[in-house]
């Protein structure tokens, strides 16, 4: 009897050039279903640009993970973004499925680079861009990227 189902291997996925997620920041490909074939993650890299922020979204149906590893950042989160919370390099951040979000660098120098794993294993796909939760969070906040 022949099998129909593909073999699954390890592999190594080499760092790649960055691309521009719909959030607004820079993302470096690292494990999703495009590079390893991976059916239920995706892991990059995340690096937020001294002073910038993210556009607000949310992720459809798909948990978030994040280590950060350098720099320090802020997140509003919530259905209005009215709740707020800070991280710095070697805090792990959980964000839950479906929950709105906008993170944003606060310092002027540096960048935050962090670590992600998400339950997608499409990176992009389960992004939903939240523009009119955008204005909530600019006076006193990090500027947009």
């Known amino acids: 009897m ?27 490909t690292g494990i999703s279903a495009e590079s390893a074939g991976a059916s239920g993650i995706c892991m990059h890299m995340v690096t937020i640009p001294p002073g910038s922020r993210a556009n607000a979204h949310l992720h459809e149906d798909h ?5 950060v ?4 950042a802020e997140m509003w989160f919530g259905e209005n973004l009215e709740e707020h919370l800070t991280m710095s390099a070697g805090d792990y951040l959980y ?12 310092h002027p120098t540096e960048p935050c680079v962090g670590i992600l ?6 990176e992009q796909e389960s992004v939903v861009l939240r523009p009119d939760l955008d204005a909530l969070r600019l006076p006193g906040s990090a500027h947009r990227a």
């Open 2 to 28: 022949t099998s129909t189902m593909t073999t699954q291997t390890c592999r190594v996925i080499r760092g790649a050039e960055p691309f521009r997620g719909k959030q607004g920041l820079d993302y470096f």
């Open 63 to 67: 948990e978030t993970a994040i280590y």
């Open 69 to 72: 590893v350098s720099g320090e």
């Open 95 to 106: 964000i839950p499925a479906g929950v709105p979000h906008l993170p944003a660098n606060p």
């Open 117 to 122: 794993a998400r339950t997608d294993p499409n």
